[in-house]
């Protein structure tokens, strides 16, 4: 992507260097990558690839795990994410996720799942209000709103997988990260979830994991390809609009790949 | 001889060994199981007829006098576990918090040795301690001295499972919370604990189970009473107290109340970990779905 283009599109969230290590093995390295405000950008690349492991790093839950650290920037709205004085958890909250499998809290209610980390302060009537309408745009209020208070272990792995995406869309952050939300569910299931993609894409700038390259034509703006190289070092190979990318590949290894010659 | 002969006498002998090992495991099974049935029927046939109304409810009665019953036993067995319950859950809950979440290094390596060692301390010894702590100095024996021994006794298991039943709760419910930009202590506190919730009571129950039927620890810490004595800092009669005296008397009247008040401790501790096991189904349920 030249350096017009980029500047033509408004850039809400990107890397400079960004490396990442489990101890002392390097999973991620040197990844410069800039995601357009809006837009859906979709992170394809075999299995091991460290797709995963760089989207963590985007909302510091990376450093969570044990003896993980990340080394680089990632820039939000300009901001330094990594800075010093930054607090991971407000990052947090700008910048949500939803997981690979549906990690719905088991002992709260459908409601308070949505709710838990809305807004504070409101009262009965705007938290309801609130709720409603990050269920809505999870495309699931009509199958839940009848049960609020029943426990999310009794919905479908689609209905759950919504539901966190709900949770997410509650705390209303700028970005959602997205890792691998269908891998564990079955087609119909992940055609909602990809048509909820591209919907939630009008509000937040979205970018997901995906080893399906399918799904990555079907709902992505952009898509960036990920490899590992000799060492075992997530790299990037590289980013376009994915109509270009699927069509006409700047990299030998990314054409390898989406023919379908390995991987 | 072909090879397929070979083939068939082989299987043979398999099968010959097969069902061999099914008998003899069989049998051990049986073994077990019927020294527990044995126990158990045993104890029933010789308490069954010393257990009455009165025999729940009633002060001891002097030597001689029939009659009489454990209930000043009952309520001290009561309050004594209540005491060392209220002690040990915090303490032991939070070292298992602590265990779970910070759990590398070597502070919490010790933490975990010095758990299972005490868990392998004979109650006797962890008795003798409460009484070089809490009886000697005060110079007088009390309630309270036989909860802080009880309460030695609960620590290590409900640390361990307490850790358990924290880790036990999946990564991604943890991670989920903190990707939603919780804090850690909001995370574990509203989170991660109420999952973990049955399973840590289900330890609970147990260790209350542990600690019920333990008569050493109370010889020099609770020592006893004749009245009904509620006051902790005094000394309080315990159903296993009454049972150990009662037991090694040479009166049939108490002998027949010792094996009433060994069905009685059977009964607890038959009814608590059954509680446990409910408990603990009903929290697989909620974690498989």
Not at chain 2, 141 to 167: C, D, G, H, K, N
Not at chain 2, 234 to 246: G, K, W
């Amino acid at each position: 992507m030249s350096a017009a283009v980029a500047a033509e599109r408004d850039e809400l969230l990107a890397t400079d260097e960004l490396s990442a290590y489990y101890g002392d093995r390097k999973a991620v390295g040197d990844v410069s990558i800039a995601f357009t405000r809006k837009a859906v950008t979709a992170l394809i690349g075999p299995s091991g690839c460290g797709k995963t492991t760089f989207l963590r790093c985007l909302n510091r839950i990376h450093e969570v795990g044990f003896d993980a650290r990340v080394e680089g920037r990632v820039l939000l709205d300009g901001q330094d994410i990594y800075a010093g004085a930054v607090d991971p958890m407000a990052i947090r909250r700008r910048i949500g996720m939803v997981f690979q499998r549906p990690n719905p809290f088991p002992t709260l209610s459908i409601l308070d799942n949505t709710l838990v980390c809305a807004a504070r302060g409101l009262n009965r009537r705007q938290r309801f209000d609130c709720a409603e309408r990050a269920l809505r745009a999870a495309a699931l209020w009509d199958e839940v709103k009848d049960k609020l208070r029943s426990s999310p272990l009794r919905l479908s792995g689609g209905q759950q997988q919504r539901l966190c995406i709900a949770r997410a869309v509650a705390a209303e952050p700028e970005v959602l990260l997205m890792d691998e939300p269908t891998a564990s569910l079955d087609p119909i299931a992940t055609a909602v979830i990809e048509e909820l993609m591209a919907r939630l894409a009008d509000e937040f700038t979205i970018v997901a994991v995906t080893h399906n390259m399918q799904q990555a034509a079907r709902v992505s703006d952009v898509t960036a390809f990920m490899l590992a190289d000799e060492a075992g070092v997530g790299r990037l190979v590289e980013v376009d609009d994915t109509a270009r990318l699927f069509t006409k590949p700047g990299d030998h290894r990314t054409e390898d790949y989406i023919t379908g010659r390995f991987g | 001889m072909t090879v397929a002969a070979l083939g068939q006498r082989r299987l043979r002998r398999r099968r010959v060994y097969g069902s061999l090992g099914t008998a003899l495991a069989l049998l051990c099974a049986l073994l077990a199981a019927g020294a527990l049935l044995a126990i158990l029927g045993y104890v029933i046939v010789q308490g069954a007829g010393a257990i009455n109304w009165s025999f729940l409810t009633a002060l001891p009665h002097p030597v001689g006098v029939p009659g009489g019953g454990v209930g000043n036993g009952i309520l001290g067995t009561v309050i004594i576990i209540a005491i060392a319950t209220a002690m040990a859950v915090p303490i032991g809950l939070l070292t298992g918090i602590y265990l779970a979440l910070f759990g590398r290094g070597v502070i919490p390596e010790a933490l975990r040795f010095l758990s299972d060692v005490l868990s392998g301390v004979p109650s006797i010894a962890i008795g003798l301690f409460a009484y070089a702590v809490l009886v000697a100095p005060l110079k007088h024996f009390s309630a309270v001295s036989a909860s802080f021994a009880f309460m030695m006794l609960m620590l290590p298991l409900l640390v361990r499972t307490s850790e358990q039943a924290i880790r036990s709760v999946p990564q991604t419910v943890r991670e989920g919370a903190l990707a939603l930009g919780m804090s850690n202590l909001r995370a574990t506190v509203g989170i991660v604990l109420p999952t973990a919730r049955p399973a840590i009571i289900t330890a609970l129950l147990l260790a209350i189970a542990r600690v019920t039927g333990e008569t050493a620890p109370l010889l020099f810490t609770a020592f006893g009473s004749q009245f009904w004595e509620t006051n902790p800092n005094n000394p309080m009669a315990v159903l296993a107290l009454q049972v150990f005296t009662y037991a090694i008397s040479p009166y049939p009247n108490w002998q027949a109340q010792a094996w009433g008040g060994a069905l009685l401790l059977i009964v607890a501790v038959l009814v608590l970990s059954l509680g446990a096991r409910l408990m603990l189904r009903r929290a697989m349920q909620g974690l498989e779905s």
